[in-house]
């Protein structure tokens, strides 16, 4: 099926230092969402941007919603190690109750 | 934020068993839930959309006699599966839209992880 292109795969990085991942697709969007997934538990809901152009934060963590409809993407700055885990992006492109479609997920390591 | 539930979150099976896993919407309720399946360090893979009072909708290539669905109320979905085998071993996460976003916000529940012995 339909996926979208995530990157980067994985990043090491010190902690204190700041995060920056994003999302491309070949075609346009209507939302886009960043979910964080720890091991062993579901992916959880940390943004949603409905705007072309929006950029909303949530603590440390900021995104924006591309002005093409066609990208996003997501900072986290003063990374701290809980920041650990894999980071998703989804796009939403239809009506109520459709799937999203999701990116391969970045995988965060945090070096204390 | 709104909150799904599932159970159990672990279980173990022998092969040609069947298992049953839930997913509830605690505080919302939902007329589609989607089932997906997530390999180790691999992305979620859609496995089908659940539609109460109606039959499940399945992606290509997902057996529907393997993998039972059933959208029992607005707060419940089931996926049942039936004669497990070793490589039905995986991590089962379910997923349902909260109506206040417009169906958009997606909100997953904590996962079940399967093991066929």
């Known amino acids: 099926g339909q996926q979208l292109n995530q990157s980067p795969q994985s990043m090491f990085i010190q902690e204190g230092e700041d995060v920056s991942m994003n999302c491309t697709s070949s075609?346009?969007?209507?939302?886009w969402l960043w979910y964080k997934q720890e091991p062993g538990e579901g992916p959880v809901l940390l943004i949603a941007l409905y705007k072309a152009g929006e950029l909303t934060s949530n603590g440390r963590l900021t995104a924006q919603f591309g002005i093409t409809r066609k990208d996003s993407f997501l900072n986290i700055s003063a990374s701290i190690p809980s920041d650990v885990g894999i980071y998703f992006c989804a796009g939403f492109g239809g009506s109520g109750n459709t799937p999203l479609v999701f990116g391969k997920g970045t995988r965060l390591s945090v070096i204390a | 934020g709104a909150v799904v539930s599932q159970h159990p979150s672990r279980v173990i099976c022998k092969s040609g068993t069947s298992v049953k896993i839930e997913c509830r919407s605690l505080d919302f309720q939902a007329t589609t839930m989607f089932w997906y399946r997530q390999f180790p360090k691999k992305s979620l893979m859609l496995m089908a959309t659940s539609n109460e009072g109606s039959k499940a909708t399945y992606e290509q290539g997902v057996e529907k006699d393997k993998f039972l669905i059933n959208h029992a109320s607005l707060t419940l979905s089931t996926l049942t599966v039936t004669s497990a085998h070793p490589e039905d071993s995986s991590f089962y996460i379910c997923?349902?839209?909260?109506?206040?976003?417009?169906?958009?916000?997606?909100?997953f529940g904590p996962g079940t992880r399967l093991t066929v012995t």
């Open positions: 075609s346009i969007f209507n939302t």
């Open positions: 997923s349902a839209p909260h109506p206040g976003a417009g169906g958009v916000e997606q909100y």
